[in-house]
């Protein structure tokens, strides 16, 4: 048996408020793998001065964080700067049970876009790179190697994405998102049932939910998805952790599958 745990959480642009919060809803869980949301300890323009700190404790507070809880943690994205450059990555480190950082998937897709919201326009391709390499990684639980997938938000609308995935091996793909309201309501539970019926794999998707200042508003909803399509387990918009077991040997050879991976056609 597999617990997989994911925060779903209205982060501000207030770090050390976020990981206080964070800390706080997982107090006396037990879990093999923690998910936390897209952007988890800085998201949106709070109207106070925000307290903040380096990208190394950052590292050092998730390295922590998965250390004290006893389980491999895949913290959302933060910041990631780069040398010598104005803009920074979006950088989701994964962490094992010790703390030790065992991989580093930067988001390839950015998010630019006009919403018929409040903000209005987003366009993170101001602040970010994009990143350029998929990332799947190994772990061992219940004494069976797992091969974990990560796709962040916007990722979800390119399939492409997922077909490399699950060429690498990819048996479960985690989704952290900060998905906005107005196409969350849309298109956020269709777009990730069909990745998961697509490529025949579990689907764990971590959202941000609610006001996170005057202007952005994000969906919630997080879930996971069975490859066949259908939702195992959900939340609403709350603040809450979202707990789910499975079977180890569902996910290395699910029982309802219908993938078309294998038929893939190149033109």
Not at 120 to 126: F, L, P, Q
Not at 214 to 237: A, C, Y
Request: negative net charge; glycine residues 6%.
């Amino acid at each position: 048996m597999i617990r997989l745990s994911c925060v779903q959480m209205t982060s501000t642009n207030d770090v050390v408020e976020n990981l206080a919060k964070i800390k706080s809803l997982l107090k006396n869980q037990e879990m093999d793998v923690l998910v936390l949301p897209e952007m988890c300890l800085a998201i949106g323009n709070k109207y106070k001065k925000p307290l903040t700190i380096s990208f190394e404790q950052s590292i050092n507070e998730l390295s922590e964080l998965a250390k004290s809880n006893n389980t491999i943690l895949i913290a959302g994205t933060i910041k990631q700067p780069q040398t010598g450059q104005c803009k920074n990555l979006a950088g989701c480190f994964v962490f094992d049970s010790l703390g030790a950082e065992i991989a580093n998937y930067q988001k390839i897709h950015l998010f630019d876009a006009n919403v018929n919201d409040k903000q209005g326009a987003y366009r993170e391709s101001d602040h970010y790179e994009s990143g350029t390499t998929p990332v799947v990684f190994d772990v061992c639980l219940n004494k069976q190697v797992l091969k974990i997938g990560i796709a962040i938000c916007y990722d979800l609308r390119f399939s492409l994405l997922f077909h490399e995935l699950k060429k690498r091996g990819a048996q479960l793909i985690v989704v952290p998102a900060a998905f906005v309201y107005e196409t969350g309501k849309a298109h956020w539970e269709v777009l990730l049932k069909a990745r998961a019926i697509e490529f025949g794999v579990y689907i764990f998707a971590c959202n941000q939910t609610g006001w996170h200042d005057k202007s952005r508003q994000t969906f919630g909803h997080s879930m996971l998805i069975n490859p066949w399509g259908d939702v195992v387990d959900s939340l609403d918009e709350q603040e809450a952790i979202l707990n789910c077991q499975l079977e180890t040997s569902e996910l290395v050879n699910p029982k309802k599958i219908l993938s078309s991976f294998n038929h893939t056609i190149e033109f």
